[in-house]
């Protein structure tokens, strides 16, 4: 066996050991242990990226040495190990990104149970990544959950409490219904392997028979799914538990934690349930028309907001929204397109919480837009952030957005019928709605510094400058997140092949 | 295209990509000389507002971007540009910060993006059908691939020509034009008049010729329904016109009105037409250029913005209101001024297309837009110079040659090349007959 195909099971390891010995460590080397521990993942899923690259085929490592059917196996590919350094690497640049904050906001005793909680969420995250077992995907959201209401609770005010108890409920119901769904199976099939259980419901399919049972779990999982990665009628826990988070926990929320479950749900779709199957169930109709409504809908909430961490939150329903148009469109190219967005949007959204922490420090800390003017002259990285994010999200050429409208507007035009006319027709209009809150956004915190200092205004720049000496770790975060961005405006047609592979290796 | 320079790489067809064509090298000249008289003009009335340094960067960054628009060669590039000059161009609107402005700079910003996206999306679909996004002369649709998809790439090129419609004050999405131009201060709404509009007719030009070709367009209904749209533009433009008071935004609307003229010629699909085209877009540029910077000047000195208020006052700023007169002439298009000449090529083109009903059709609103052009720019002139009995004295007075100079460089050009035309004309010809 390659040593390559002992990484995913030793970064998951790894990150939860390392959690652990975090508990005991003092607050410090608790943080340095986490940081280390989070790019050692990084690297080493860099490493089977590469490996991938050099020809490396797709494998399964089975715990334990356990076969199958009865032992738990992850189960690698390109998509896997791209995803993996994604979400490793976003993690590790939104702690950096937000650390100034992570110091004000959680009181010294709480600072240890913050990195656990981090590590045990990447942890979850490269679990439900990298596994190949229902059930073990169960756990994993279960502790997903646990550590991302932690991640919010984290901060001790009484809106983050409000906020993460909401979130948890939501979160429940969704796991729950994922859960009857894995029982639902488990009793159709006999199997919690991913790979055996297609082969029975391919059987099952083909027979008729329990057409109604399994139409509904397969339901439910989506369902379930879709409920906690904040599919818009099921998102209104969402604006509430990330604009309430510290700056780097609201990165990682909305860059990655929904993402994650978006990831398991297309392995539930593609791997589980079939490729022939799939698209002759209904729920991918549903999922594209919520997902269209929720591009719009979450565009129209942003529109109005003024607080600039809400109106974030409420853009990145709109952005999930083009995950799920992408994964409703049942097709290849479809799929594709929203791994295009996990990417682009992970690495923009994360870039723009952080950006945002940036903004508020600039101005005494407050959210609110009429606070805000003329931050981004203050706070020159986030002002640039803003403005690239701005430009990718407007889809202008060379941002990572624009090759997530290319090749969702490519994969829908190649779908016929109502979907193709339905979902261009969102992405035009929420590409407008989008692009006009943004630009509002730099409006305001590029307006307004030049009006002469008054007292309030001189008093912030005195505050912010003290900040200034701790944000080296904040700069370097917004330039490689900028970097990142274009990196994968640039290189699509890399990515493109990657992603293509790495599908072409999923099911 | 000559000279292509590819710069940056997404995919072999998704690239950045600038070269230089006859009608672009036209564009480019026209702009740049625009901006540097419009340039110097600013240097003294700059000293009516504030915050000068911001005006000027966002002033020259416009520039750049259009000067980058018209060399761009295929269509992603053309996006870049016309997006990047959107929102450069956004803060010369809202430079005087009043809530109109911000209001009209979002406006302005709603309109533009709304198109912008439109062309986007029509991009994405000729990425998908056809061979290249580099403009080439006859478009660049594979018949193969898009044989049983004709209706989808109609509609594809209607909305994406539309949109970018939206820069050249196109029905339906005129209607950021009369609440921007008024609002921003008098050189940014001669460029943005005379100027940017232009960028939204040269997209248009690309388009037509160039990516969707003029054998999938004429004689369909988009071609119909295109020239319907400018029509309807040209006569609603001048009707309001006619009825404003305020200077600037019946100058405004008169842009309306004149930039859907050149987009007849563009969409009547032929030489004589596209000439009558190019010239027009010269001649509006300059004419509407020094229309601003009159109304500019009159705004500078006496403060005046209603044109009923500005009676009597050429006999205080004789240089103002002449050039003011010149200029009225040659958008009405009385020969010899610039105006009449391409509005000869437009109405010959269309005659001798031979489209139903529209063929004649079109000089005949020309001719009536025409009319109605006398009537909302003369009164201005002769009011001014011939106030009636009784009314009081204006005040006012003329000054400062870094103003009168430019607006009578202006004024010197419409007469000039509506007399010497024949060079322009020739070149002009030439870099029409490349389109096709």
Redesign the interface.
């Known amino acids: 066996m390659n040593f390559v195909q002992n990484i995913p099971a030793l970064s998951i390891l790894l990150l939860m050991f390392c959690g652990i010995v975090c508990l005991v460590l003092p607050a410090r080397w608790a943080r340095h242990l986490a940081d280390c521990a989070i790019a050692l993942v990084c690297a080493a899923s860099v490493v089977l990226w590469v490996a991938f690259l050099r020809g490396q085929e797709v494998f399964t490592y089975s715990m334990g040495e356990i076969g199958a059917p009865f032992g738990n196996e992850l189960r690698a590919g390109m998509l896997e190990a791209a995803a993996a350094t994604l979400f490793s690497a976003v993690t590790l640049l939104s702690i950096l990104g937000g650390r100034a904050h992570l110091r004000a906001d959680i009181g010294k005793k709480k600072v240890n149970l913050y990195y656990i909680s981090v590590l045990f969420l990447l942890c979850s995250m490269l679990a439900l990544v990298y596994t190949n077992d229902l059930f073990t995907a169960y756990v994993f959201v279960e502790i997903n959950t646990i550590t991302a209401c932690g991640i919010v609770m984290s901060k001790e005010d009484g809106y983050t409490l409000a906020a993460s108890m909401r979130y948890f409920i939501m979160s429940l119901i969704g796991s729950g219904l994922f859960l009857i769904a894995v029982s639902i199976l488990y009793a159709l099939t006999g199997h919690l392997l991913m790979s055996n259980i297609q082969e029975e419901v391919a059987a099952l399919y083909a027979s008729g028979q329990y057409r109604a049972p399994l139409q509904v779990s397969i339901a439910l999982m989506g369902v379930g799914l879709s409920l906690k990665s904040a599919l818009w009628p099921f998102s209104s826990w969402l604006p509430d538990a990330h604009s309430s988070a510290s700056a780097s926990s609201s990165a990682m929320l909305s860059g990655l934690v929904l993402k994650s479950f978006i990831f398991l749900l297309v392995k539930v779709f593609y791997r589980v349930v079939g490729v022939t199957i799939i698209p002759t169930h209904a729920i991918l109709d549903l999922l594209l028309v919520f997902g269209i409504l929720g591009m719009i809908m979450g565009s129209v909430n942003a529109l109005f907001e003024r607080d600039i961490k809400r109106m974030l939150a409420y853009s990145s329903i709109g952005q999930i929204g083009y995950i799920f148009c992408g994964i409703g469109l049942g097709t290849i190219a479809g799929v594709a397109a929203a791994m295009v967005q996990i990417a682009v949007h992970a690495c923009t959204k994360a870039m723009l919480f952080c950006a945002a922490g940036g903004l508020m420090d600039a101005s005494g800390g407050s959210k609110k837009f009429k606070d805000l003017e003329g931050a981004g002259r203050r706070d020159t990285y986030a002002g640039v952030a803003f403005i690239v994010g701005t430009l990718s999200m ?5 941002f990572g957005g624009f ?1 997530t ?2 090749s969702l ?2 994969a829908a ?2 779908v016929g019928g109502w979907r193709n006319t339905l979902s ?1 027709l969102a ?2 209009v929420s ?2 709605l989008t ?2 809150y943004y ?2 956004v730099l ?1 305001i915190i590029f307006r307004g510094a ?1 009006t002469g200092p008054t007292t309030a205004r001189e008093k912030l720049r005195e505050q912010w400058k003290k900040q200034m000496r701790l944000d080296t770790e904040y700069e370097l975060a917004i330039v490689l997140f900028i970097l990142l961005n274009l990196a994968i ?2 290189q ?2 890399r990515l493109m092949d990657v992603i293509r592979t790495g599908l072409a290796m999923f099911g | 295209m000559t000279n292509v320079y590819t710069l940056l790489k997404i995919t072999d067809k998704l690239t950045l990509q600038f070269g230089s064509d006859p009608t672009g090298r036209f564009f480019l000249c026209l702009v740049t000389i625009m901006w540097i008289l419009v340039g110097i003009y600013a240097q003294k009335y700059k000293e009516h507002q504030k915050h000068n340094a911001r005006f000027f960067t966002f002033y020259i960054l416009t520039w750049v971007m259009l000067a980058s628009l018209t060399m761009a060669a295929n269509y992603l590039t053309m996006y870049l540009c016309f997006e990047f000059m959107t929102l450069l161009s956004m803060p010369l609107v809202l430079h005087n910060g009043t809530p109109e402005s911000i209001a009209a700079a979002k406006k302005y910003l709603f309109y533009s993006i709304f198109g912008a996206t439109l062309g986007l999306m029509g991009m994405f679909f000729v990425n998908t059908y056809g061979t290249t996004l580099a403009f080439t002369a006859g478009g660049v649709l594979d018949p193969a691939k898009i044989a049983g998809h004709e209706t989808l790439i109609l509609w594809v090129a209607f909305l994406s020509i539309a949109g970018f419609g939206a820069k050249a004050g196109l029905f339906p999405l005129h209607a950021w034009l009369p609440t921007a131009h008024p609002v921003a201060p008098a050189p940014a709404s001669a460029v943005l008049s005379g100027c940017i509009t232009k960028a939204g007719v040269l997209c248009i030009i690309r388009l037509v010729y160039q990516i969707y070709g003029v054998q999938l367009l004429r004689g369909t209904w988009v071609q119909m329904a295109l020239i319907i749209l400018a029509l309807i533009t040209v006569f609603m433009g001048s009707m309001m016109a006619f009825g404003e008071d305020l200077m600037k935004k019946r100058f405004a609307f008169s842009t309306v009105s004149q930039v859907s003229y050149v987009l007849l010629g563009v969409f009547t699909m032929n030489e004589t037409a596209l000439l009558g085209a190019l010239l027009h877009a010269a001649y509006h540029s300059i004419i509407k250029d020094g229309l601003f910077l009159c109304a500019g000047t009159i705004i500078f000195w006496t403060h005046k913005e209603h044109v009923s208020e500005m009676k009597g006052l050429g006999r205080k700023m004789p240089v103002t209101f002449g050039s003011l007169a010149i200029f009225s002439l040659g958008l009405v298009g009385i020969p010899p001024f610039a105006g009449f000449l391409s509005k000869w090529y437009l109405a010959s083109g269309s005659l001798s297309e031979g489209l139903p009903v529209l063929s004649w059709l079109a000089p005949a609103i020309l001719l009536l837009s025409a009319l109605l052009t006398a009537g909302y720019l003369f009164p201005i002139c002769i009011h001014g110079f011939f106030p009636a009995e009784g009314e009081p004295e204006a005040e006012g007075k003329e000054g400062s040659a870094l103003m009168l100079v430019p607006i009578l460089i202006l004024a010197a050009a419409t007469v000039l090349i509506g007399i010497f035309a024949s060079p322009l004309k020739d070149a002009l010809q030439a870099a029409a007959a490349t389109m096709f």
């Open positions: 407007i889809g202008i050429p060379f090759i409208k290319l507007v490519t035009v190649e261009i992405i035009i590409t407008i692009a006009i630009i509002n409006a030049e405006g640039l699509s047609d």
